[in-house]
């Protein structure tokens, strides 16, 4: 294995009920990349993810993350899974909602103790939500709570960072700034983002792979036209017709 590789997966394959969702999937993801992997709803981006996380066996192939298998990495992965936003009315604060991501990593007495308050108040800090911290979760905007999804997805110190469709409920104006927050991130992580947005992630990850029970990917974010149209099984003009950045797509 590579020193720098994080995720490792070979020709792996996953089933629900016989019915294959991922068919061979073969990727490298190493320390400094920023991997966005785009493709159609029910295309196996969530089973994906969950396959690196070990919370999803593969029928079969091999996974590794950081040199062992899911589960023994586990603690070292921040997940931010798909948003559900909180009810106005749910009564859990910022703050809690933080701590709840040192849980895999507190004492046998399952207390929370100073190390676990620090770590949640840097997280905080990092995502520029310290001054919320009080608050309720369900009065935040959308973008707000995705920040504190994020600061409960650092506290563990994670050296890999796997989001979840992050932009699903973060208005495009806060899109900007919620990407410039994975910027700041990736010097310290390897960060894969999952999303059928295919506008949204091409601007700014470093890598892209193309998702749709097989995956696509060469390393870089020139995709072909061949490779989009296989993956969305429609023409690149449905796709993306004047949005996507040229730069992300070869000659068409
Ligand atoms: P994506 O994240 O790209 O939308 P998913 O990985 O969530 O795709 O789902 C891929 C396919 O697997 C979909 O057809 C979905 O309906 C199916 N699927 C996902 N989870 C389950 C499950 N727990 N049981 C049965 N089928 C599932």
Redesign the pocket.
Known sequence: MAHDEVVRLEDVWAH??GVP?LEGVSLSVERDDFLGII?P???????LLKVILGLIKPSRGMVSVLGKTPERSRKNIGYVPQVNLFDPDFPISVWNVVLMGRYGRVGPLRWYGKKDRERAQRALQTVGMLDHKDRQIGKLSGGEQQRVFIARALVSEPRLLLLDEPTASVDPAMQTEFYELLEGLKQRMAIVL?SHDITAVSIYVDKIACLNGQLFYHGSKEIGVEVLEATYKCPVQMIAHGTVPHRVLMEH
């Open positions: 629900y009920d969702v493709g709803n029910g295309g196996g981006k969530t089973t999952v």
